[in-house]
């Protein structure tokens, strides 16, 4: 079970500027910050490469705030021993790369990290219910993964709720954590469908003040959480 308090923003580092990336974690943190996302693409399941296990390392030296790895990439299980060396505190990976999904999962454990499972949007929720059980941690991508700065799917907004719905079914305690087009105009309907941790790269690192932008959307998903959590 994650000790989070949703809703939690957690900016995605794939945007951050390199040049000065414990700057840039620190001044995310100023505006509210507790959580990191770190994108790693292998060039093969996504059209991109991102980085490895060495940025994992780097910001793991810069701060004490939660670090989740989301892997996109062929043959996860091969990586986790890496990841979790180099400072992971969860690590996600895609249903659609697993043969063994639960095995991966246990694997993850046994390395000392939370849980997470990832789908693309073209990938059934359906497809969770055998494993709904055994994750942290589900997350939905909101955008065709690959790249930062793309335009939030218009379908995710139902599918969050759908995702949360079917956690109430199951009885199940994993938190969803949604990824990708997130920006202050959409913060709060997406936390009022339901998300819990939701990531957000560009609109956090590429357009002036990282803090601020931060804090308006702490303060934006809050005012939509709250409202479904009173409903
Ligand atoms: C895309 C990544 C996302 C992305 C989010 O494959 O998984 O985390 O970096 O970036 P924005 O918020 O710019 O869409
Ligand atoms: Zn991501």
Not at 13 to 24: C, I, T, V
Not at 48 to 65: D, H, K, Q, R
Not at 180 to 203: C, P, T
Request: net charge negative.
């Amino acid at each position: 079970m994650l000790s989070c308090t949703p809703p939690v923003i957690a900016p995605s580092l794939l945007a951050s500027n390199l040049k000065h990336l414990e700057q840039d974690i620190k001044n995310a943190e100023k505006g509210g910050a507790e959580w990191f996302h770190c994108d790693i693409m292998d060039g093969h399941f996504v059209p991109n490469i991102s980085f490895g296990p060495m940025l994992v390392e780097a910001a793991n030296s810069c701060t004490n705030a939660f670090i989740d790895v989301h892997l996109m990439i062929e043959e996860p299980h091969r990586f986790i021993p890496m990841f979790a060396d180099a400072g992971a505190q969860l690590i996600t990976v895609h249903l659609e790369t697993c043969t063994h999904l639960h095995q991966t999962l246990q694997m993850i454990r046994d390395h000392g990290c939370h849980t997470g499972v990832a789908i693309n949007p073209g990938t059934s929720l359906c497809n969770l219910q055998a494993i709904a059980e055994s994750t942290d941690l589900i997350l939905l991508m909101t955008v065709n993964p690959g790249f930062g700065g793309q335009k939030i799917i218009d379908s995710s907004f139902d599918r969050i709720r759908s995702l949360k719905v079917l956690r109430d079914e199951l009885k199940s305690s994993f938190q969803i954590q949604v990824d990708g087009g997130i920006h202050a105009g959409n913060v709060r309907e997406i936390a009022a469908a339901g998300a819990d941790i939701i990531v957000a790269g560009s609109k956090v690192f590429q357009n002036g003040n990282i803090a601020a932008n931060v804090t308006e959307l702490i303060d934006q998903a809050r005012a939509g959480y709250t409202s479904t959590s009173t409903s």
